[in-house]
Every structure is written in C-alpha cells, then in structure tokens.
C-alpha cells in the first residue's frame, strides 16, 4: 500500500472506462508497454496518466511529458526539451535527460536524470541519480533537443516543502551506487536495421558517469521495432498556392491534380 501523505493526499489512478492511446499519450492503461520510437514524437507533448504496472519508453524527443497519478510504472525516456513532471505518483522508476524535472505528490520514486536541476514538492522517499538509459541514436536526440550531455545538475535538489511538517521524511535522498543500474535497449530484427542501422546502444551523458558505475552491468531491454511506424508524421514533398494561401502538398497525386474551383 502507498505511504500516507496527509496533507496533501496522493491522488490515485482513475478508473477510466477504456484504455486512450494516440501517437503522443497514454491513459487508464494497466500492465501495457508503449514504445515510440525516432521520428515518431518529433518533438511533440506527451500525456500519461492514471496508468497501473506500465513500461513507457519514449526514444524520441518530445518537448515536454507530464506523467499524472500513475502507480508501479517504469518511464525510460529520450531527451526531453523542455519540462517533466511526475505528479500524484507512488513506486515508479523515470530515466529521462530533460531541462527541467519537477515531482509534487510522489512517493518512492526512483529518478535517473540529466537536468539542471530536480525539484520536488510535498514529496516523500524521492531518490535521485545519474541518467542510466542507452538507446541506438541517443546522442542525435541529444543535439535536437538542444541539451548538453556533458553538463548537468541532477544532485542539485530544490525542496519546495523543505520546511513542510506534514510531508514525512526524507522528502528525497540520493540513490546509494550499490542501487544503480544501467538500463540499455537493443533493437533486434531486420526491420530494425532496415529503419535504424546498426548503430549501437549508447547513453550520450555516460561521460558523466564515475568508473565504476559506467562498468556496472546493464538490464537489456530487447526491442523488436515493426518494419514501418504507424505515428511516423508525413513530411511534404511541395507546396501550392491555393486561394491566396500556400498549402503543404503530402502525396504525388495531389502535387499533380489541379486546385478545384
């Protein structure tokens, strides 16, 4: 059972009545692994929320990810631009290099992250370390989300209820190196090669890592990515002046056909 925080109160994961996936969210889900992979995010916002024992691994980079009232879930993230933040959430696990990590309402969470600097708010047994996660193609996304892999802050903790009596202590610690574990996923398949290479699994920020943690053994997650991704966005192949306004032409047809009157 979740620890008791009174005041404020975890909030628990809503019983939804169905499961709602699209290309950048995923609610109500119990026990499912999502997976984007490059090229499938692009940047995009990403919504979790009231999930229960999911795996969500974003291998792309994404602009900002909120992750809300979610329970015994592991969250293997990509460069993130902008913000994450974990709220109302109890027993989860969250690699991600991101600008900003923000926590309110969590309890027991274990964050592996690059960022300039963590904080937490009426939070309680939050741990703290170094981003653990290799993935083919990581360093790229590093560049495209405009993030130093050679700098970050992630010990530097901000506690906004530092002085907060309700909240029990520690609001947060740093992970012990005996706890640490390098998380790596592997692409299996031709498909795989066909859509990625064959460029190996590689944490961008592993320089940032001391010896002996960057020569822990790793947890392999195999992945075996379809041969074509159904969330890949379209890119344009022209442009046309219709009405006065220059619209974007996606197929070949359409680059041929003439404007209707």
């Given at each position: ?7 404020p109160?975890i ?16 609610k109500?889900?119990?026990g ?9 995010l ?9 999930l229960?024992?999911?795996?969500v ?8 990810v ?12 990509g ?5 994450v933040?974990l709220r ?9 290099p991101?600008r ?13 992250v ?6 937490v ?8 370390a ?11 996304h ?9 700098m970050?802050?992630?010990?530097d ?7 907060d ?12 190196d005996?706890d640490?574990?390098r998380?790596e ?11 990625f290479g064959?460029?190996?699994a ?11 943690l960057?020569a822990?053994?790793?947890r ?7 041969g ?14 219709v ?11 359409d ?7």
């Amino acid at each position: 059972a979740a620890p008791a925080l009174a005041p404020p109160t975890i909030l628990r994961p809503r019983a939804l009545p169905r499961v709602e996936e699209t290309r950048t969210s995923l609610k109500g889900a119990t026990g499912t692994q999502l997976v984007r992979y490059a090229g499938e995010l692009n940047g995009a916002t990403v919504e979790l929320e009231d999930l229960t024992g999911c795996t969500v691994l974003l291998l792309d980079t994404s602009s900002q990810v909120t992750i809300d009232r979610c329970v015994d879930c592991v969250f293997l993230f990509g460069p993130v631009g902008g913000s994450v933040f974990l709220r109302d959430s109890v027993r989860c696990a969250l690699s991600a290099p991101c600008r900003q990590l923000r926590t309110r309402a969590c309890a027991d969470c274990d964050l592996f992250v690059h960022t300039l600097g963590p904080i937490v708010e009426t939070s309680t047994r939050v741990r703290f370390a170094r981003y653990n996660l290799s993935y083919p193609g990581q360093p790229a996304h590093f560049a495209k989300a405009k993030l130093d892999p050679a700098m970050s802050n992630w010990a530097d903790v901000y506690d906004f209820s530092k002085a907060d009596d309700a909240v029990p202590q520690p609001h947060w610690e740093l992970l012990a190196d005996g706890d640490f574990a390098r998380m790596e996923v592997r692409f299996d398949g031709a498909a795989a090669a066909k859509r990625f290479g064959n460029e190996p699994a590689c944490n961008a920020a592993a320089e940032l890592l001391p010896p002996a943690l960057a020569a822990a053994p790793a947890r392999v997650l195999p992945l075996s990515p379809p041969g074509a991704s159904p969330f890949a966005e379209r890119q344009p192949i022209g442009k046309r002046l219709v009405d006065g306004k220059w619209m974007l032409i996606y197929d070949e047809d359409d680059m041929a056909a003439k404007p209707a009157k």
